[in-house]
């Protein structure tokens, strides 16, 4: 039986019955709905729930919790996600799992409150220090981030690293029906060998640490970490094309925003002019090889970039199409978001 | 089919939760459907709107720039959204609070007297349900008895204001069906 339910509500959920134990967060808008969720449901579960001081003490709660074996989460929106980045960077240096979800909202600074994708860098880049990334999704209906959520802390054990959802305030604040999975057992989880757990003692004592004072080591940990990255790429790779096979106009978008144009698309293909969608599911890894195939047909004439940015995933097109077409950019930012009707009048002059 | 509606007011109107009585009989009646609220440092008499898509297939873009329906529960929604009506739409007033006559042709327009309508019903806090049954009664969207299941089931836990809904929602219904 489908239920409605709030973006923000419904990944709460399915990040219980994905076996989340333990959240830590600081409240800030538009994602409050999660962790006012979880106050409530994760002590019914037998989980734990803390509002920290502070998003620099929750992400540290959550290196703590992840530490120990515990499947834990938090979840904020972007000023709040930037305060989290030097544990992000931490807990990627130790191979921790965890679970991050950021709603994003305008920036720079303290911003706005309203929809936006401006928080993409950061994201894949790595937003703090060192070389990591993360395994990044972009939902683009509530029931897509509810079933990526089920699976965020399977993934985030299998690569031992952090998982991040990148959504916007549109996602977490839209009703969509959705169908909930079924409650996993935590019994059934893989164990963690390497969990500061208290099983290990004398010779197999466990350390968890994201300090490597010895080049070589450190080295090696870096090789290690991007072996996954490759693995990632190999097994963890989503996009989605939408009438891209006889396009002459791709739009490239992720999100709420790939909803919106797939509207556009829709209507432009009403109007007669050949315009197809590629939708990027997972934002790292990059689906850099299926647009660099896209672009090498010979109907495909221009790609168009739309994102609530100035312009941030299209610097990862543009790397993908490497030349070979040109890639335009049709962005609102501040919190201000496009319609379908705003890309149709866009690609309609790129056409003429 | 696809029918894109647009309800905005003051906060506190009810704006949000008519919306979701849309999206709840949607549900109910098979469709797929979003409601994206406006959100932002809103409060009681702030003004409030969200956006409504029912479809028969998944529903794409969530935002929406012209509505085939606009609700105006208040003056300053019908003069920020009046004109964004596709032609041949419609556009319900909430004429307790709004004297103004729509001046656009090629719309049509249903006056609704939401808050008279619900102190008939028996309580002034039910005009966003005159409004709902008004929707319905003109739109047709959805059969009459999914709705009024869905009105019951959502006030289950408050048995006591299901009868003063329930006739809310036929009187609102009975003005735009004429």
């Not at chain 1, 509500?9 to 538009?30: K, L, M």
């Not at chain 1, 939408?242 to 709420?256: F, K, Q």
């Not at chain 2, 704006?15 to 409601?35: N, R």
Request: charged share 25%; net charge neutral; aromatic share 8%.
């Amino acid at each position: 039986m489908k239920k409605l339910m709030k973006g923000n509500e419904a990944i709460a959920e399915a990040a219980v019955r994905g076996g989340c134990r333990a959240f830590f967060g600081y409240p800030i808008t538009p994602q409050n709905e999660i962790p006012e969720y979880l106050s409530k449901r994760l002590p019914e579960v037998g989980g734990c729930f803390i509002q920290a001081e502070s998003e620099v003490a929750a992400i540290n709660m959550v290196y703590g919790a992840a530490g120990s074996g515990a499947r834990a989460m938090t979840s904020s929106s972007s000023p709040g996600i930037s305060l989290k980045q030097e544990g992000i960077s931490y807990i990627c240096g130790a191979e921790l799992p965890c679970v991050i979800v950021n709603m994003v909202r305008g920036g720079p600074g303290l911003g706005g409150i309203q929809p936006a994708q401006s928080d993409y860098f950061q994201a894949v880049k790595g937003g703090g220090h060192g070389d990591y990334h993360m395994l990044v999704y972009g939902p683009n209906t509530v029931q897509e981030a509810v079933d990526i959520m089920y699976d965020a802390f399977d993934k985030a054990d299998k690569y031992r690293m952090p998982v991040m959802i990148l959504g916007d305030g549109m996602i977490g604040q839209i009703m969509e029906a959705v169908e909930l999975p079924e409650m996993k057992d935590p019994a059934a989880f893989p164990k963690k060998e390497w969990a500061t757990d208290g099983t290990g003692v004398g010779a197999s004592r466990r350390i968890i640490n994201s300090l490597y004072i010895e080049p070589d080591v450190l080295e090696k940990v870096n090789h290690r970490l991007f072996d996954r990255y490759k693995e990632l790429e190999e097994n963890e790779l989503r996009y989605e094309e939408y009438l891209v096979e006889d396009a002459e106009i791709v739009i490239v978008a992720y999100g709420t925003v790939a909803r919106i144009s797939k509207s556009a698309v829709n209507a432009l293909r009403e109007k007669g002019i050949k315009a197809g969608l590629l939708r990027p599911i997972t934002l790292y890894p990059f689906p850099a090889k299926a647009i660099a195939k896209v672009a090498a047909e010979a109907n495909v004439k221009k790609f168009v970039a739309v994102e609530l940015s100035m312009g941030q995933m299209i610097e990862d097109v543009k790397l993908a199409v490497n030349g070979a077409k040109p890639v335009e950019f049709y962005g609102r930012t501040g919190g201000n978001v496009m319609t379908p009707e705003d890309i149709v009048e866009f690609v309609e002059k790129e056409v003429k | 089919m696809e029918e894109k509606i647009i309800i905005a007011g003051f906060g506190g109107q009810g704006v949000l939760s008519l919306g979701q009585f849309i999206a709840y009989a949607a549900i109910a009646d098979g469709k797929e459907v979003t409601w994206l609220p406006s959100y932002g440092p809103e409060m009681r008499g702030g003004t409030s709107n969200c956006s409504v898509v029912v479809c028969d297939k998944q529903v794409a873009s969530p935002i929406v720039a012209h509505p085939d329906c606009l609700i105006a529960m208040n003056k300053p929604s019908l003069y920020k959204f009046s004109d964004k009506v596709k032609a041949g739409g419609t556009i319900i007033v909430n004429s307790s609070l709004i004297p103004d006559k729509v001046e656009r042709t090629d719309v049509k327009v249903v006056y609704i007297d939401a808050a008279s309508l619900a102190m008939e019903a028996g309580n002034a806090r039910t005009a966003n349900i005159v409004v709902l049954g008004a929707y319905i009664g003109m739109s047709n969207l959805f059969p009459k008895e999914t709705v009024k299941k869905m009105i019951e089931a959502k006030f289950a836990n408050k048995p006591k204001v299901i009868p003063a809904n329930l006739k809310a929602f036929e009187l609102g219904y009975a003005t735009a069906a004429k």
